[in-house]
C-alpha cells in the first residue's frame, strides 16, 4: 500500500486497491472533474459528528491542496487548515464538503497562521497531525 499523503486528494483507484479505475462511466468522471474546478469558498464543512464551519478558501494545487476552514462561533472564530487529503466527498447540490475527521480531531489541530502557512516548516507540522491522526482512531460516539 502507498503511504498516506495528507496534501492529495484521494485517488479513488487507490482507495480500491488498484492502478487505475476502470473506463466505464467516464460521463459521471467528467462532470466531477467539471464540477472540481469550482471554488469551495462559502460551502459548509461537516465533521464526521457535525458541521464544524465554512469554507474560506481553497486551494487546487498539485501536492499541495487544502481547504482554510472558518470554524466562526463553534471554536471562538479560529481558522484551520485542512489538507485535501481529508475530504471524502464534496455535494455541490447542497454545497457541503464532508471531511473524514471528528470536531474534536480539527479542533485540536494546529491553528491556521496566515503569515506562516505556506512554509515547509508549518506544512509540516500540519501534515504531521493529519497524518498521525489517521493512525490513531477516534474515540466511540
Request: no cysteine; net charge negative.
Amino acid at each position: 500500500m502507498q503511504p498516506f499523503i495528507p496534501w492529495a486528494w484521494r485517488d479513488p483507484a487507490m482507495l480500491l486497491g488498484r492502478d487505475r479505475l476502470p473506463e466505464e462511466g467516464r460521463g459521471e468522471s467528467i462532470q466531477a472533474d467539471e464540477e472540481a474546478g469550482a471554488s469551495l469558498a462559502g460551502f459548509h464543512v461537516e465533521a464526521t459528528d457535525g458541521g464544524i464551519g465554512s469554507i474560506d478558501e481553497a486551494t487546487h494545487e498539485v501536492g499541495e491542496a487544502y481547504l482554510v476552514v472558518d470554524t466562526g462561533p463553534w471554536i471562538f472564530g479560529r481558522k484551520v487548515l485542512l489538507p485535501a487529503g481529508t475530504v471524502q466527498n464534496v455535494d455541490h447540490t447542497e454545497r457541503k464538503v464532508y471531511v473524514d475527521r471528528t470536531k474534536d480531531q480539527i479542533k485540536n489541530s494546529p491553528e491556521y497562521d496566515k503569515e506562516t502557512f505556506g512554509t515547509p516548516e508549518y506544512r509540516e507540522r500540519v501534515g504531521t497531525y493529519y497524518t498521525d491522526s489517521y493512525r490513531v482512531p477516534p474515540p466511540p460516539l
